[in-house]
């Protein structure tokens, strides 16, 4: 590629009246116009959204490019790629190279734009409440053998019978806010962080190097493992809380066994508690009635499963949002204990979430999940928000699906660290902002401003607007404000595809 690169926006990107690409002091964009009557359109609330990450880049010609290819990759036809995001903007016959150079060259931090969500989201929680944070990690398949941080990958969805249940791919880290927008009994969850986790370096024949080498080596084993990304982006997420004026409010995190450890719970940042799954058969330990010395350890108890076969323990009944209706759902709690071999000297408290019967299609015998073995720092805090919490950690994986499978985040095509490390957050925090946007938009649900549903939909309509409804109205108020303009000069005489259609690639 002998072009050269001009980090200024291209005058066939978006123009009209709903973008304008000059930007001044403040670095901000032209808002496109809303509905009449004051209230504001989703294009419309989308930009005042997007303008809030002008000051996470050093120009403000950097900001526009990125924020239009984002706003272009979530909005373009087929695979998730910026070739095909480039084709949407109608800048197919345009220099290109910018727009790669804007995600592997240009100084920026997806982080810093994840704040800007976190920051953002908060105005949608009810005030005073603890700020729900689910976490998890996820991968995103892969084929080519060099591409940066492309490792193999425990895969949830392989056959069981296989004996390593593995893809090739990028691990990522994966958290969420839970907003507390019951409508149809489920929670919205938006995506506050979204960053690589890339694979240690192995040490191959110790023997070789020093004893600082190997010690130099461990460290960045350590540094490089889930736990340690986990524990640095939780500080990150406290800070954010702080400095946006809620230094006082309680942040939750609802994670699964794999963060529910030691090293993660004896680096919790203040204000902050925890609430994770443990093993049925996990060893826990009582406090000791008088202190000993340095030991802390009193008598063995029961696992959690004994507990949960005790009738000695009284069980509880709560209502509880879940599975798209108010469910009644029983459990028992257990205050003030140790599990040893996990969270170490941190006291705890086990809440055993019994299992909740379902109807079986075609059969006359109810079924019945797995119980939930829970162990929280918070000690206080009454059962049913920190079971709810729980319960609510379901959407991050729901939310997996839609990334994936819906949006294709892992589609894009970067073959360098600095792409890979921002291409794939930078988009899904555009996707949260646009959520967010569709709140502000739509608070009452699906309206209909929205697109007709099909006949066989009208019987049981949806009360949220799907992902597939944002896209669908984000591309149309891009198509009816003209913000992409169509390449120049016009199509063939005779050719009734639209340059998108055309050149999309499938």
Not at 450 to 463: D, G, S, T, V
């Amino acid at each position: 590629m002998n072009s050269k690169c001009h980090d200024t926006p291209h005058p066939g990107g978006m123009q009209g009246p709903a973008v304008d690409n000059s930007y001044g002091k403040t670095g901000k964009t032209k808002l496109a116009r809303g509905p009449k009557g004051g209230r504001k359109g989703l294009l419309h609330q989308f930009q005042e959204n997007l303008n809030l990450w002008s000051s996470a880049f050093k120009q403000s010609r950097t900001f526009a490019r990125v924020t239009r290819t984002l706003m272009a990759l979530l909005a373009s036809h087929g695979r998730s790629t910026l070739t095909n995001a480039i084709t949407f903007q109608g800048r197919e016959q345009q220099d290109w190279s910018a727009d790669y150079k804007a995600f592997n060259r240009s100084e920026w931090n997806v982080r810093d734009l994840f704040r800007a969500v976190l920051a953002h989201g908060l105005k949608s929680l009810p005030p005073e409440s603890p700020v729900v944070i689910a976490m998890d990690d996820t991968s995103l398949p892969k084929t080519g053998t060099r591409i940066p941080q492309a490792r193999w990958c425990h895969d949830p969805l392989a056959p069981k019978f296989l004996e390593m249940q593995i893809r090739w791919g990028i691990r990522m880290i994966h958290a969420v806010i839970i907003i507390p927008d019951y409508q149809n009994h489920r929670p919205l969850a938006v995506s506050t962080a979204f960053e690589p986790v890339p694979a240690a370096p192995k040490v191959k024949n110790p023997e070789a190097f020093t004893e600082a080498e190997v010690a130099d080596m461990e460290a960045k084993k350590r540094e490089a493992s889930l736990t340690t990304r986990a524990v640095d982006l939780i500080k990150d997420m406290r800070t954010t809380l702080d400095k946006a004026g809620h230094a006082g409010r309680q942040l939750l995190l609802v994670v699964d066994g794999s963060f529910t450890n030691g090293p993660v719970v004896r680096h919790l940042p203040r204000q902050t508690d925890l609430i994770g799954r443990i093993r049925k058969n996990a060893r826990l330990y009582a406090p000791l009635a008088r202190k000993d010395g340095k030991r802390i350890y009193g008598p063995a108890l029961p696992t959690p499963d004994a507990y949960r076969q005790d009738p000695a323990v009284p069980t509880r009944t709560g209502h509880f949002h879940y599975g798209g209706a108010l469910r009644e759902v029983r459990y028992k709690e257990v205050a003030g204990v140790y599990w040893k071999d996990g969270t170490k000297g941190r006291l705890m408290r086990l809440i055993i979430v019994l299992p909740i019967p379902y109807k079986v299609p075609g059969r006359k015998r109810r079924g019945y999940n797995a119980p939930g073995f829970l162990l929280t720092t918070d000690l206080a805090s009454p059962a049913h928000g920190l079971i709810q919490a729980y319960l609510d950690r379901w959407q991050i994986e729901v939310l997996h699906r839609d990334l994936k499978n819906g949006l294709g985040v892992g589609q894009v095509q970067a073959f360098s660290h600095e792409a890979n490390q921002k291409i794939h957050g930078a988009q899904v925090a555009a996707y949260s902002m646009l959520n967010l946007a569709g709140l502000d938009a739509f608070a009452k649900g699906r309206t209909v401003e929205f697109p007709e549903l099909p006949a066989w939909r009208k019987a049981k309509p949806p009360m949220r607007p799907s992902q597939h409804d944002l896209i669908t109205m984000l591309r149309n108020e891009l198509v009816r404000t003209r913000a992409f303009s169509a390449p120049k000069p016009p199509k063939k005489k005779g050719w009734a595809l639209s340059h998108r259609e055309t050149y999309q690639a499938a």
